[in-house]
């Protein structure tokens, strides 16, 4: 008798492991799209508080203006990357870039940027001043350190030919990604990278 239910309860254990790590799978799916989706909407205006004093921070070549809070430390430490410290294990990196060829610019670049993810993976938008705005969200990294980073690119057409983008990507850990303090980050970036210059 105990040599035939032994197999039964392997298969037993078994399916129980599958279901489990099904589960699993699925809650970390409807997690990450109720953090995406909450990303890409924005949070409503006035929800959170002053991060306190900010701080202008310009690339050498004036390619790009950002204010950033002053309790972040970094800057650029090469003309076309800035990385910043912003505590906890949160970190935002900057980086500049110049597109170029037939087509880099005007409607193409529009084309370009929402070809870049699925219509429900991202957001894009053409903000006051003709600067194009593209958002999305990435989960990142394996256990021990699982990561997410909430990405913003904005984007500036100087010509058909020839484009002016900035990609910033915020990465905190994990477990720390629906936090209200991250929140609070994450509506203050949002708002000065709309706020934020391209330069020529």
């Given at each position: 008798m105990v040599r035939l239910l032994l197999p039964l309860l392997l298969v037993v254990a078994g399916a129980l492991v599958v279901a489990l790590v099904r589960d699993r799978r699925e809650r970390e799916?409807?997690?990450?799209?109720?953090?995406?989706?909450?990303?890409?909407?924005?949070?409503?205006?006035?929800?959170?508080?002053?991060?306190?004093?900010?701080?202008?921070?310009?690339?050498?070549?004036?390619?790009?203006?950002l204010r950033l809070p002053a309790a972040w430390t970094g800057g650029f430490h090469e003309p076309t990357t800035a990385s910043f410290d912003c505590g906890s294990g949160r970190r935002l990196r900057v980086d500049l870039r110049t597109v170029e060829g037939s087509g880099a610019g005007?409607?193409?670049?529009?084309?370009?940027?929402?070809?870049?993810?699925?219509?429900?993976?991202?957001?894009?938008?053409?903000?006051?001043g003709g600067h194009l705005l593209l958002k999305?969200?990435?989960?990142?990294?394996?256990?021990?350190?699982?990561?997410?980073?909430?990405?913003?690119?904005?984007?500036?057409?100087?010509?058909?030919?020839?484009?002016?983008?900035?990609?910033l990507s915020f990465t905190v850990p994990r477990e720390q990604a629906g936090e209200v303090f991250v929140r609070a980050d994450l509506a203050h970036l949002d708002r000065e990278v709309r706020k934020a210059t391209l330069g020529d």
């Open positions: 799916r409807l997690w990450l799209s109720e953090l995406r989706g909450s990303f890409l909407h924005g949070a409503p205006p006035g929800v959170f508080g002053s991060t306190g004093s900010l701080i202008e921070h310009e690339a050498p070549d004036r390619r790009l203006r005007g409607q193409a670049l529009l084309e370009s940027l929402a070809a870049t993810r699925p219509e429900p993976e991202r957001s894009l938008e053409t903000l006051t999305y969200l990435e989960a990142r990294g394996q256990n021990p350190n699982p990561q997410v980073t909430f990405c913003w690119q904005l984007a500036r057409s100087l010509s058909s030919e020839q484009a002016r983008v900035a990609v």
